[in-house]
């Protein structure tokens, strides 16, 4: 688990502005690195695990100070979004730099775990098929990257998106096979 910064000086208001934020994200690190290990979806190279998919998504998040405020639920659907977006930009750099004409990757999500193995075009269709759901509708692409990437159940859904549990799995079920559809193109 990440380190807590020590105190530098008790009157910094920077350093007690953040803290709530440390807090928060010491909470819900056990959690958010379980959530990365199950994307099943991350980076390719071996130097990124889900503690490292974990922490690149803390760095994009850490200079927001008023994350801290946030429920723990609310917090876990930003460090979805932050998840999504390392893992999409992973992708991107990979395929630009295709090596010698192959895009198919090893997957290492955990040191001890087995290896899969997915292409970088399966990770940006998924970003490109949520970004078209989006556009039809936003509570629904919201929905599935928040239970997707992180890994938030249907009651934190509901309590997320102001919306009923049935709300939830009706839109869940909707969005599913929706995508279904147009990762099958």
Partial sequence: MPR????????DSSERDREPLDDLFAATYNELRH??????????????NPTALVN??????SDSPQLGSLSPAHFKAVA????????????????????????????AFDEAAEQHVIRDEDVLGLDAALRDL????????????YRYFG???????AETLGVSETTVERDWRVAKAWLKSQLRR
């Fill in 151 to 157: 890994g938030l159940t249907v009651t934190e859904l």
């Fill in 56 to 61: 690149e998504a803390w760095l994009r998040m």
């Fill in 80 to 107: 979805a979004r932050a998840m999504r977006r390392v893992l999409i930009d992973a992708a991107r750099r990979r395929h630009a730099r295709k090596r010698a004409g192959s895009d198919i990757v090893v997957i």
């Fill in 4 to 11: 807590r910064r020590e105190k530098s000086n008790p009157g």
């Fill in 134 to 145: 989006a556009r039809l509708d936003p509570r629904q692409a919201t929905l599935v990257e």
């Fill in 35 to 48: 959530i990365a290990l199950n994307l099943k979806r991350h980076d390719g190279s071996l130097t990124l």
